[in-house]
């Protein structure tokens, strides 16, 4: 690792040493539903509604149980909730169909599923399959811009950078820790450089 890449690291374990996922889930299928749930809408928002949900149905065959209406309004708070629902509903019939319930475990059968895209497909390998995986979101986007760790624009080729960089047993944590490290230090507006613990050094570092 060059000094950059080992003073990124180094910042963000000092900042944030054991982060958590923000979603709260039951199993596989659960982290599926939250991670789709979340897409334009917020970590809270989808943890407040996923519990009611969850108690309801916490399987593709329960889910399958419920009527379209009454998934939409428990889900409603999250927006687009006709969309997420018939996709709720489309991709527990296919797990129950082709499956046998189970959620698979690779890029290409995740990615087929109704509004599963490789962001969701690559958060649902890493923590519900412990695979090594770097799912690219706005917030480590925008950070791996402004630390030029890339000049694509594309999160899938920003994604291949991210990984080039940094060592694989690192990308997990490391996804978690840029979240929250964007949240809190390298926000989208008001961002003040002299005040990023990253941003206002790492131009000095070669």
């Given at each position: 690792m060059n000094k950059k890449t080992s003073f990124i690291i180094k910042t963000l374990n000092r900042y944030f040493p054991n982060p958590k996922i923000f979603l709260k889930y039951k199993n596989r299928y659960t982290l599926l539903i939250s991670?789709?749930?979340?897409?334009?809408?917020?970590?809270?928002?989808?943890?407040?509604?996923?519990?009611i949900l969850f108690c309801k149905a916490d399987s593709p065959k329960k889910m399958l149980k419920l009527s379209f209406s009454e998934i939409e309004k428990i889900i409603k708070p999250c927006g687009l909730s006709k969309i997420k629902t018939k996709a709720i509903l489309e991709l527990s019939k296919i797990l129950?169909?082709?499956?046998?319930?189970?959620?698979?475990?690779t890029f290409k059968s995740l990615e087929s599923l109704p509004r599963?895209?490789?962001?969701?497909?690559?958060?649902?390998l890493a923590f519900g399959f412990g695979k090594f995986t770097f799912p690219v979101d706005t917030h480590i986007r925008r950070c791996a811009i402004r630390w030029e760790l890339t000049k694509k624009k594309s999160s899938i080729q920003i994604e291949k950078d991210l990984?080039?960089?940094?060592?694989?047993?690192?990308?997990?944590?490391?996804?978690?820790?840029?979240?929250?490290?964007?949240?809190?230090?390298?926000?989208?507006?008001?961002?003040?450089?002299?005040k990023c613990p990253i941003c206002s050094k790492i131009n000095n570092l070669s």
């Open positions: 991670v789709l749930l979340s897409s334009q809408s917020t970590d809270k928002i989808v943890n407040k509604i996923t519990p129950v169909e082709r499956y046998s319930s189970k959620v698979p475990n599963v895209g490789h962001k969701t497909a690559s958060v649902v990984k080039r960089i940094f060592p694989k047993k690192y990308w997990k944590k490391l996804h978690l820790q840029i979240i929250y490290f964007a949240r809190k230090f390298c926000k989208a507006k008001g961002h003040k450089i002299d």
